[in-house]
């Protein structure tokens, strides 16, 4: 399976962004995404079978309990094909930081001006 096709589906998306900040038992990714999505475990399952065959997460056993994690392997995999297309707006976020950067500088040497009057 294509790394995008396995990213266009939202619940597997939502198990790498629960495993971002560390490893979770297969138990507790199974209860986050059956509330969320209201799927079954043998659905989580699958989804975490497909991320393991692509590439994008990784599994240790650890007693009976098994850990997921997040495998870079498969996002450097997307953000290198995402790279070659890097040079058609990094040009343009660059100019729109140098606007913000020169629109701060410009309010920051404005004169404060004083409102007089009663509020409506």
């Known amino acids: 399976m294509h790394a995008f096709e396995v990213l266009a589906d939202p619940v597997r998306r939502r198990i790498l962004e629960l495993l971002a900040p560390g490893e979770m038992a297969s138990g507790e990714v199974v209860e986050a ?14 989804h975490l079978k497909v991320l393991r065959e692509s590439g ?12 997921y994690s997040v495998d870079v392997a498969g996002l450097q995999a997307v953000d290198a094909w995402i790279g070659r297309f890097r040079s058609f707006w990094e040009p343009k976020l660059d100019a729109l930081a140098t606007e913000i950067a020169r629109g701060k500088r410009e309010r920051r040497k404005a004169p404060v001006i004083k409102r007089g009057g009663k509020r409506a």
């Open 33 to 46: 995404i059956g509330a969320e999505f209201g799927i079954t475990q043998a659905a989580v399952s699958q």
């Open 56 to 67: 994008f997460a990784i599994v240790r056993a650890e007693a009976q309990r098994r850990l």
